[in-house]
């Protein structure tokens, strides 16, 4: 099975988790947030993302979500895991994303599943008066 590490400003990450928890049950193992706050130093940040690399790296493939591209957990994350085998990073993680990644784990392979949920994030991004509208 597919792990997860959410890397986000803030509690973001972990609130993203218990909302796509609610939705598709818990995630019992596999799945760890790591948060960023400006009272911790970059150090101390990189390390707790990299212990977290450590625990979640598996022979299935590890999928490091951040919340946008640029930002300091993108930043972090991309030096830490990018000579990591069976190891993506995909950013601008939403809802939708987790949804679709903690209901597919198990049954897609790491390539298949980084795709799913790069067109499934931005397949739930939409005007949704128009995509509404366009359906009458």
Known sequence: MINFLIVTHG??????????????????????????????????????????????????????FTDMFGGTP???SFPLMQDRPKTEIVSGVNLYML????THRADCSLPELVS?????????????????LARV
């Open 74 to 76: 993108s930043n972090l």
């Open 11 to 64: 509690e973001f990450g972990a609130y993203l988790v218990e909302a796509a928890e609610s939705i598709v049950g818990r995630q019992e193992e596999g799945v760890q947030t790591v948060v960023l706050s400006a009272r911790v130093s970059t150090i101390d940040l990189r390390e707790r993302i990299r212990r977290a690399l450590e625990r979640l790296q598996n022979q299935d493939g590890l999928i490091v």
């Open 99 to 102: 949804v679709s990644a903690f």
């Open 116 to 132: 799913k949920l790069i067109a499934d994030g931005q397949k739930s991004i939409c005007d949704i008066r128009r995509r509404v």
